[in-house]
């Protein structure tokens, strides 16, 4: 079993970000920034927005950290979040970034969602659906 979830690692690493002069030089696409810590986690949310024509992923982080650092690199439209992090949430980043205009919350905790609505965030259930997240990922453009 240790063994399957370290070929995991190595089927879905984390992309170096495509920098802002990169980003702005490509097509009209919508830019999408991908957080969660847990692998298979950001593999689907990959493969979602790998399927959508007017979406392309401009950097992946797995911490609180590491996306406020990537973040201000790559200046994507849209973020979309894992709520529980392991070096904190989603609001975190929100906070740090003074981004909660445009960023799409996701979690299987059923708990956090009339606090996240409160906030006026987007939230989605895990698993996130395609039609749900691209719809939202569209009222961004």
């Given at each position: 079993m240790m063994m399957k979830y370290f070929y995991s690692?190595?089927?879905y690493p984390v992309e170096k970000p495509i920098p802002k002069s990169v980003m702005k030089q490509q097509n009209d696409k919508i830019s999408v920034f991908l957080v969660d810590d847990e692998v298979h986690g950001l593999a689907a949310l990959t493969d979602l927005?790998?399927?959508m024509d007017n979406a392309e992923i401009c950097g992946k982080a797995?911490?609180?950290a590491d996306a406020i650092k990537v973040v201000n690199e790559t200046s994507p439209s849209v973020l979309v979040l894992?709520?529980?992090?392991?070096d904190g949430t989603a609001m975190d980043i929100c906070d740090a970034l003074k981004i909660k205009h445009k960023s799409i919350i996701v979690s299987a905790?059923?708990?956090i969602k009339e606090k996240i609505n409160e906030k006026g965030i987007p939230f989605l259930n895990k698993p996130v659906g395609m039609?749900?997240?691209e719809k939202i990922i569209n009222t961004f453009n």
């Open positions: 690692l190595l089927i927005i790998d399927q797995r911490s609180v894992d709520y529980h992090l392991s905790d059923e708990l039609s749900e997240l």
